[in-house]
């Protein structure tokens, strides 16, 4: 079975930083692209990056570019995000999911929520 | 960036109904359009990839099309669990974009 957990969210102050993790498991990770999606509270879903099985590739929205970094440990099946200079407008529930164009499996979310 | 819209935001429906949701590229984008359903509190669920082929284990009721600019998903038969919200995501170019969403609520 597929199965996705993210963790690593919480509180954090305007311009602090946040490393969120998704343990992957039930399929061959190092063979999937991986994507992180975000959706503000009572918002809609909103694309944040992608990144290549292999690392060779990674994307990011224009809003994160150069805060948000997106890596992947294939040995430890994990997918990360590091998110440097938070805002308020990075609050939001993050997922990681499997896939780099239509991504299927999903977690079930970790909340970020920047405030002072 | 290509920007995705979704017509009605919201809908009101009976059980049994015939429900159809649109989306709209700013630019052309070949099939490459998925439909995603989110029910409250949980993470969404892949409905159809390339406008209209299934994902596995999804019900018959559900279809997709279109091509270019604009792609509909049509749910035949509205059943209670299909009570929720609906997003499109394009894939052809980067960043990815998804729709606005549209709630379907019970009548």
């Known amino acids: 079975e597929v199965q996705l957990v993210e963790s690593g969210g919480g509180l954090v102050q305007p311009g602090g930083s946040l490393r969120l993790s998704c343990a992957a498991s039930?399929?061959?990770?190092?063979?999937?692209?991986m994507t992180w999606v975000r959706q503000a509270p009572g918002k809609g879903l909103e694309w944040v990056a992608n990144?290549?099985?292999?690392?060779?590739?990674?994307y990011y929205v224009d809003s994160v570019k150069g805060r948000f970094t997106i890596s992947r440990d294939n040995a430890k099946n994990s997918l990360y995000l590091q998110m440097n200079s938070l805002r308020a407008e990075d609050t939001a529930v993050y997922y990681c999911?499997?896939?780099?164009?239509?991504?299927?499996?999903w977690g079930q979310g970790t909340l970020v929520t920047v405030s002072s | 960036d290509i920007q995705m819209t979704q017509s009605p935001s919201s809908l009101s429906a009976s059980v049994g109904d015939r429900v159809t949701i649109t989306c709209r590229a700013s630019?052309?984008?070949?099939?490459?359009l998925g439909w995603y359903q989110q029910k409250p509190g949980k993470a969404p669920k892949g409905l159809i990839y390339?406008?209209?082929s299934l994902e596995s284990g999804v019900p018959s009721r559900f279809s997709g099309s279109g091509s270019g600019t604009e792609f509909t998903l049509t749910i035949s038969s509205l059943q209670p669990e299909d009570f929720a919200t609906y997003y499109c995501?394009?894939?052809?170019?980067?960043?990815?974009?998804f729709g606005q969403g549209t709630k379907v609520e019970i009548k």
């Open positions: 390339a406008a209209s």
């Open positions: 995501l394009q894939y052809n170019s980067y960043p990815r974009t």
């Open positions: 630019q052309g984008i070949r099939n490459d």
């Open positions: 990144i290549r099985e292999d690392e060779s590739e990674k």
């Open positions: 039930g399929f061959s990770f190092s063979s999937y692209w």
């Open positions: 999911a499997r896939g780099g164009l239509v991504p299927d499996y």
